[in-house]
């Protein structure tokens, strides 16, 4: 039997075992997906050759996605460019890490943009805002700014909330990418409706409520919107790829199942 998991903490509650079991069961492969939660044991180099020995690959996430950097031994072309790993593969003793969230975003982007926009504002400066990033600069968007409560980020255009909200925008792209909107943050959201103007699209990386007061007030000014379902089921899909090379893996399994 394969046996995959997904590492992280607090992920007694994700979703992850079910859709990627569900997966398995429906191609009647001989494989496993567990949790390893790390809320009481540490993250180290016993347990990262713990999980080696006992894995052949898993999903990383909040708060190891950089952690696990030093220990693999090759890293794809995305992982080193956005600094964070979300899939590994371990193949006859060796890890690769990978980036599956860059193609997931791409989904999403691909799925409301039909016309490269000039300017894209990328709320936040988390993990998931560099996965944007490396991903709209390679659609070849010209201008990309990181809206932030911080001081700046290095190598990067930034803006504070206040200087966002007095820059003039046409035909721009919003991305959500702070968790405010999402279950813990419900009903809140990180802009107010007037700063909308100017933008075609809103792309919300929250799937949980499926509809955020963002995407509301996006939908109210006839702006498409799209949340970050897609992306998470893509970012599944993909390391279900990495995974089983030989195997050709229905996309629409993942695209089409719902989170219980
Ligand atoms: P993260 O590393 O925690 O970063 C979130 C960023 O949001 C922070 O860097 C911070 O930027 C900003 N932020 C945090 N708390 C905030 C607050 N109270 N008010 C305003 N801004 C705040 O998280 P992440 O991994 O990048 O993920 C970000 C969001 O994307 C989460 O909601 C996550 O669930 C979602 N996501 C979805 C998918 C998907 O497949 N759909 C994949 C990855 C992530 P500043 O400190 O610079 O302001």
Redesign the pocket.
Known sequence: MRKFALIGKNIAYSFSPDLHNAFFRSVSLNAQYALEDFNNKEFNAASWNDLISIYDGFNVT?PFKEAVIPYLDQLDEVSRAVGAVNTVLVKEGKTIGYNT?YN?FLSLYDSIIHKTPKTAYI???????KVVDFALRNKGVENIY?V???AS?EGATTLSYEAFRSQKKTNALLVN????G?KQ?ENQC?ISEEHLVGFDGVID???TPSETLLLQMAKKRGILGVN??K??MV?AYEAEKIWWKDLNIEKNFFVNYQLK
Not at 177 to 180: D, H, S
């Open positions: 909040i969230d997931g709320l936040g400066t988390g993990g998931a805002a990181f932030t409560r911080q980020l990418a702070t968790p405010i999402s943050y990180p990386l929250i799937y970050g379902y992306m998470l970012q």
